[in-house]
């Protein structure tokens, strides 16, 4: 499988605002034998880079059993895997423009983003807290009044943020990384005093700290979200591909192993545990299989 950035004539077309029609994802693939694969540089444990090779984590192994999957339906002996690096602002453009066929990271599963996108079963459950230094004492969102706050930009956490903000009327400094690494460097380096974002994204980054010790998430979870993977919208072929793995896996005890190598077991590159049981929300969505979207 190669490892490297892809860029198509559909990449292009996106940039000028010409429209890319919906493609029947397993019809482009059993002709041209290639899958564009998006991932996530610094979303731990779900997708990440650890030196220079490919991408690990939780969502990555789920999109390698979706591989297999659409290696056998298409009568593919060897599949090429263009992985395609994304971030929280061009994930969206570049399912919707052709140059990635699938996204398995953390992408929140909401309504709005359903106007453009499709998603498959919800495989994880989240909400926005604060991740700051122990020695910052921030305790809460009441503690930002007034302070700088990073977030990540093109992300829903910078959404509910802005407005707990100003339904609060905290007049906190919001900071706008371009991925969560740069997010996080903007705490460490004291240019902000804390960054809101997915409790479990904040958990993986002090994982990988420098110091893990220094660290903690705090704060309410504001809005409980969904985890899926992404794909193009009015594709059901591929879309009932995706779901039936996954249905699969959550069926057959597959998942809940995957769920425990990554969340409760030591990860690379620290060999550190997060230590982070199963939500009730994940537990029940092994049962009812469902993709419905936060609102």
């Known amino acids: 499988m190669k490892f490297k950035p892809l860029f198509t004539l559909a990449l292009l077309l996106g940039a000028f605002g ?37 991408p690990v984590g939780f969502s990555m192994d789920v999109a ?3 591989m297999q999957e659409v290696k056998r339906r298409t009568g593919h002996s060897i599949l ?7 971030t929280s602002q061009n994930r969206i453009p570049l399912v919707l423009n052709g ?6 990271g953390s992408t929140t599963n909401n309504s709005t983003r359903g106007k453009d996108v499709a998603f498959a079963i919800n ?33 829903t956490n910078s959404q509910v943020l802005r407005k707990y903000d100003t339904k609060n009327s905290l007049n906190m400094q919001i900071m706008l990384g371009k991925d969560h690494a740069d997010s996080f460097l903007l705490v460490e380096a004291d240019r902000a005093v804390a960054f809101a974002m997915d409790d479990i994204l904040l958990y993986g980054l002090i994982g990988t ?28 072929k591929f879309k009932a591909l995706v ?22 077991q030591p990860i690379p590159p620290r060999n550190a545990a997060l230590k982070l049981p199963m ?5 029940e969505n092994l049962k009812a299989l469902s993709d419905k979207p936060a609102i």
């Open 279 to 283: 939500s009730p929300q994940l537990r």
């Open 64 to 66: 390698t059993a979706i």
């Open 123 to 155: 495989y994880f459950y989240t909400g926005t807290r604060l991740l700051a230094k122990k020695s910052s004492h921030i305790h809460n969102y009441a503690d930002l009044a007034g302070k700088p706050v990073a977030t990540t930009t093109g992300t």
């Open 99 to 104: 140059t990635v066929d699938l996204e398995c």
């Open 18 to 54: 010409l429209p890319v029609h919906a493609e029947d994802t397993l019809k482009k693939v059993t002709e041209s034998g290639r899958l564009a694969l998006a991932y996530r540089e610094s979303s731990v444990p779900f997708s990440y880079l650890v030196g220079a090779g490919k």
């Open 80 to 86: 090429e895997v263009q992985y395609v690096p994304v």
């Open 209 to 236: 700290a420098k110091n893990p010790a220094e660290w903690e998430v705090v704060g309410d979870s504001l809005q409980v979200e969904p985890y899926a993977c992404m794909l193009r919208k009015d594709d059901p």
């Open 243 to 264: 779901d039936g793995v996954i249905a699969s896996m959550m069926k057959s005890g597959e998942f809940a192993r995957l769920y425990d190598k990554w969340f409760m």
